[in-house]
């Protein structure tokens, strides 16, 4: 078995590596402190083919695997764990559109997506429903045209920032099967935003709620079947979860390779802290869980590119345990940094903050436990 990355791989990640250290993680602080990432950034990810990482060629889209996107998402994330999270929402909503989407359709949307002239969010949770997806209860009524929508959603990353939102909403009350997935211009009428929520972490993502009053859609921005709309998520979800997880790994290697140079220089009882035979253990510790994460969640990725049985499976599994490994890391990052780590100047506080939401989005970790073990339970 070959752990290695080829040397395509390698190319890619120090690509992505290179364009993080020099255009994001400069001006990481000051976007955060912003609440807002400058648009004229994402073109410039597109020129590096990162607007549709895994949208296919015949499309126009880089066409990579599970696997090599993982590599950008924990090299972007190394500058930015928010902004990186963000690219992988608007891939995650590329890939669903060239997946499913109508040959019409993608004629249509896809050029402007891959270039992200078009920035895309994902629209599935709903003030009332969040783990349990398939309550939700935004409505798409249709017409002699097309669709009106009625409805909320929430916590969405790019509400109000974002040029289309790829929406599940309800067609039918047939539970999960009533369930489609739709394609939402900025600028449609009926459509608004609640204002910029407040939130612990990703500040430099706006997220806000997404409303639907009497919005009105044209039928040829119905993405795939009716009633399929759950299945397509939950599909993308599987990716998504990938790269968050590599976000994560990203961050937290950040910020262990921060923490060392932090401890070579840090004096203490007339020698440098990483002497101490204590804090090497909890060095040791941090790399053992790291490298531990990162071989997961490469076997995790390379299932759902190879489309093994298990795949699901195994993204939670990756998703899980990746994602908590990433939070306990920076937390004892910042411990390491003692009272610094607590100061906004060593960027350590910002990766906590930034991670911990990683447990909750793309499906819960809790969740990810149920996934588990009914699989485990179905095949005993």
């Given amino acids: 078995m070959d752990f290695a990355l080829t040397e395509e791989q390698t190319a890619i990640f120090d690509m992505a590596h290179a364009f993080g250290q020099e255009h994001i993680a400069p001006h990481a602080r000051s976007w955060e402190a912003e609440g807002t990432i400058p648009k004229e950034i994402w073109p410039q990810l597109a020129e590096l083919g990162f607007g549709g990482l895994y949208v296919s060629e015949e499309s126009g889209g880089s066409g990579l695997t599970r696997l090599d996107a993982t590599l950008v998402f924990e090299a972007l994330s190394m500058a930015c764990p928010s902004v990186a999270a963000f690219l992988s929402i608007h ?3 590329a890939k669903m559109i060239d997946a499913f989407g109508s040959d019409e359709m993608k004629a249509r949307v896809l050029p402007d997506v891959l270039t992200m002239k078009t920035v895309l969010s994902y629209c599935l ?6 783990s349990d997806a398939a309550a939700l209860k935004t409505r798409a009524e249709r ?7 009625n409805g909320t959603k929430a916590f969405i990353s790019g509400g109000g920032y974002s040029d289309a939102y790829v929406c599940m909403v309800r067609t039918s009350d047939d539970g999960a099967n009533g369930v489609s997935t739709v394609y ?4 449609t009428p009926g459509l608004s935003f609640g204002g910029l929520e407040d939130k612990m972490g990703w500040r430099s993502q706006p997220t806000a709620q997404v409303q639907f009053d009497d919005c009105r859609i044209p039928a040829e921005n119905l993405v795939g079947e009716e009633g399929r709309g759950f299945r397509y998520a939950m599909m993308g979800l599987d990716g998504g979860r990938l790269n968050i997880s ?3 790994l990203g961050a937290a290697q950040t910020a262990l390779s921060a923490t060392l140079d932090y401890m070579g220089e840090r004096k203490a009882f007339g020698q440098s802290i990483d002497q101490f035979q204590g804090l090497q253990f909890r060095l040791a510790d941090m790399e053992i869980q790291l490298q531990a994460a990162r071989t997961f969640l490469r076997q995790a990725a390379w299932k759902l590119d ?5 795949a699901t499976k195994f993204c939670a599994m990756a998703k899980k345990f990746v994602t908590e490994a990433g939070s306990r890391v920076v937390d004892q990052c910042l411990q390491l940094h003692g009272g610094y780590g607590y100061l906004a100047d060593y960027g350590i506080e910002k990766l906590v903050r930034d991670l911990r939401v990683h447990q909750i989005l793309e499906g819960t970790n809790e969740i990810m436990r149920v996934i588990v073990a009914r699989d ?4 005993r």
């Fill in 143 to 149: 017409t002699n045209d097309g669709y009106t929508l």
């Fill in 184 to 187: 939402v211009e900025d600028g």
């Fill in 91 to 93: 891939n995650m909503c």
């Fill in 376 to 379: 485990m339970l179905k095949n």
């Fill in 246 to 248: 590599a976000c994560s």
């Fill in 125 to 130: 949770t709903e003030p009332g429903s969040g």
């Fill in 306 to 310: 190879q489309g093994a049985p298990d």
